[in-house]
């Protein structure tokens, strides 16, 4: 984009100098002194002399405008953003007028009063441009639009033609944080993933997610919505690193189907398996704890005792909670919950970690204050506003981007920087080409 850099306090009450217009009186003056002298020499004179001589006027005229106009487009690409900002002050509004009275000389050397309009306030902006990013600070200075500042984001939108990542409203400022370039997607339609050496996982789109730092993660999103292939590329990135993997699928559905491969210790259907497998993973989280406090480290976890992590792969909460339908089957359903809960709230640390999937989120299957706990949050296809605030919280984006790309939605990571929810696309597969049950069992 033009205009790369930074600039400060651009405002309506400064005087910017317009080179533009002066180069192009500069240009007219120029070449009119160059048709006049050429003029004169048709007048005065005939010849090779002078046929060489108004030859050379014509280039040297050609030369001129050419270097006026490169000249020209330069300054109007250093100053394209600056130029942009001062009209949208002036569209949206964002000046106030007053009268000044004065008196002048008329032309039979009278003196008459003179009322005049001139800008008394003006909101200031400035900006700040790298080769990926815009960002556009609107400087809060506690006047009429101060609150507006903050409502700019699709007028923004529209005048850059820029996605706008997120906005931040400080005590002074706020902050417009613009993608010039967007991120690249994932693809992962080949079988050819490249051995890893960290804990931390690319996600594509700008997005490497490391459980130590961000721990557990929430996938919700419709039939369609890729959810099912988000989590199975995530299995295998987990696998990938030597992680102790545990699956609890209450709809025997894709994911159960994996008991084939993994076994049938680690693959729970029923809801006696699934409560079997988290009471397993409780205790090993418990027992690690004993063992860490026996040999404290201080700031210590669980990689730093020779641990590899462990993960819970729990999918469609929803429809187990539904399968407590009498008073011994909700007593499974209450242990498994507090089971997840204990997990979500200690189990960072000791490297025991919960994947929640589920197509719809809300009060009843999983509480807000376990939600807010599950570090990188990611809601796939389109939803209504309710259906976000249930799965981001107070991450909650106050207007939501098109989704109109299969495995797109939005994502939240906490520690991450950003304050609200962004837009996101999960990894791509080619499922024609991409043999999952084959490159699982590389990892097994």
Not at 120 to 138: G, R, V
Not at 278 to 306: I, P
């Amino acid at each position: 984009m033009k205009g790369k850099g930074e600039n400060r306090n651009i405002s309506l009450l400064n005087n910017y100098i317009d080179w533009v217009s002066i180069l192009n009186k500069l240009e007219t003056l120029f070449l009119f002194l160059i048709t006049i002298i050429i003029i004169t020499i048709l007048l005065s004179s005939d010849g090779l002399l002078s046929f060489i001589f108004v030859a050379l006027m014509i280039i040297v005229a050609v030369f001129l405008h050419k270097k006026m106009k490169k000249r020209k487009r330069i300054i109007k690409d250093k100053n394209y953003i600056r130029d942009r900002l001062l009209y949208f002050i002036r569209a949206q509004g964002l000046f106030e007028e007053d009268v000044r009275e004065y008196e002048e000389r008329n032309n039979q050397g009278n003196w008459k009063k003179v009322r005049e309009k001139y800008i008394s306030n003006s909101t200031i902006f400035s900006y700040k441009q790298t080769d990926k990013n815009l960002i556009i600070y609107a400087h809060k200075q506690a006047d009429n639009f101060t609150r507006k500042l903050s409502e700019l984001e699709e007028a923004l939108r529209a005048l850059f033609d820029l996605d706008i990542e997120q906005v931040i409203n400080r005590n002074t400022v706020v902050e417009y944080h613009m993608l010039i370039a967007q991120p690249e997607r994932l693809d992962l339609s080949t079988n050819e993933i490249e051995p890893v050496d960290s804990l931390e996982i690319n996600l594509g789109y700008g997005v490497k997610y490391n459980p130590v730092k961000t721990p557990h993660a929430l996938i919700a999103g419709g039939t369609g919505s890729g959810k099912s292939i988000l989590t199975s590329v995530f299995i295998l990135e987990l696998l990938k690193r030597n992680v102790n993997i545990f699956i609890c699928d209450p709809k025997n559905s894709d994911l159960g189907s994996l008991s084939h491969y993994i076994g049938d210790k680690k693959v729970a259907t029923t809801p006696n398996n699934i409560a079997r497998v988290v009471r397993h993973a409780v205790t090993e989280m418990n027992e690690r704890y004993k063992y860490m406090n026996e040999n404290f480290k201080y700031g210590s976890n669980f990689v730093d005792h020779g641990y590899n992590s462990i993960w819970l792969v729990f999918d469609e909460m929803g429809a187990f909670q539904a399968s407590g339908t009498d008073k011994k089957s909700k007593e499974v359903v209450n242990e498994v919950m507090d089971g997840l809960k204990q997990i979500i709230l200690l189990g960072r640390q000791s490297g025991v970690f919960v994947l929640v999937s589920a197509q719809q989120m809300n009060a009843n299957t999983l509480k807000t204050d376990l939600r807010d706990n599950l570090g990188l949050r990611v809601a796939l296809g389109s939803n209504s506003s309710e259906g976000y605030r249930m799965v981001f919280g107070s991450a909650t984006p106050d207007t939501f981007p098109p989704i109109e790309t299969k495995g797109a939605g939005l994502i939240y990571m906490q520690g991450s920087g950003k304050e609200k929810a962004q837009y996101w696309e999960s990894p791509f597969v080619d499922m024609e080409k991409f043999d999952f049950i084959a490159e699982l069992q590389k990892y097994l």
